[in-house]
């Protein structure tokens, strides 16, 4: 499987502020996934990220409050905005598997904490 | 009915005992199960699907598919005190593009 990458690991940041979590795969993918895992929760899914187009948003999440960029097949980064304390998760990036229909596997996650 | 259901535990079981979790989902054209492994501050780990209906072995993990009942269950057998993780079941479904919908994952102790 794809050797999966992410920065950065963790961080602490201010309300209002906005972090940039990068996600970089050693092989090119044509699936990438944004997820968040909320403490104590289960995996949601923030957008499927889109090579040259715009990401495709789950409901309950917006462009504006989680922009995503997709310049090529093996990069890919989620900003998360104008950040509140509601904003601590995990966030996860996974790519689908090469040959495997919807087999994902999952980069190692970024802990980010809002105070 | 949630999409993906799993009893969120503990499951507490002894070591070298046979370890088994449930999942059940709801009938929205699944079509891929998968079961994950996430150890506390880690990312989830793949650790097996099953696309048809019955038994799929690899190694000491067995999963068994019931498509008519609607549930996927995942046995560890010989179970070590390593195996004590979360684990979150997974399922794609039509109706969703494919994507995958997480149940809400079950702790699985294994006490030595």
């Known amino acids: 499987s794809a050797v999966i990458s992410q920065k950065p690991s963790r961080d602490i940041c201010q309300r209002g502020t906005s972090l940039t979590i990068q996600c970089q795969v050693d092989s090119q993918v044509t699936m990438m996934f944004w997820y968040r895992q909320q403490p104590g929760q289960s995996l949601t899914l923030i957008a499927t990220?889109?090579?040259?187009?715009?990401?495709?948003?789950e409901s309950g999440f917006v462009i504006d409050k989680f922009p995503i960029s997709r310049p090529n097949l093996t990069f890919s980064t989620l900003t998360v905005s104008n950040m509140s304390p509601e904003d601590s998760s995990i966030y996860l990036c996974s790519v689908e598997g090469q040959g495997l229909t919807d087999t994902q596997y999952f980069g190692p996650g970024t802990r980010l904490t809002v105070l | 009915q949630k999409e993906v259901e799993q009893n969120s535990g503990p499951l507490s079981v002894p070591e070298g005992a046979i370890a088994s979790l449930n999942c059940t989902y709801s009938?929205?054209?699944?079509?891929?199960f998968f079961w994950y492994r996430q150890y506390s501050g880690k990312s989830p780990e793949l650790i097996m699907f099953?696309?048809?209906?019955g038994d799929k072995e690899d190694g000491r993990f067995t999963a068994q598919l019931n498509k008519a009942s609607q549930y996927v269950s995942l046995l560890i057998r010989d179970s070590q005190p390593s195996d004590s993780a979360t684990y979150l079941c997974a399922v794609s479904f039509m109706e969703y593009g494919n994507k995958l919908v997480f149940g809400a994952g079950t702790i699985l102790r294994v006490k030595s």
């Open positions: 099953i696309y048809s209906n």
């Open positions: 009938d929205r054209g699944s079509q891929s």
């Open positions: 990220a889109n090579q040259g187009s715009e990401a495709t948003y």
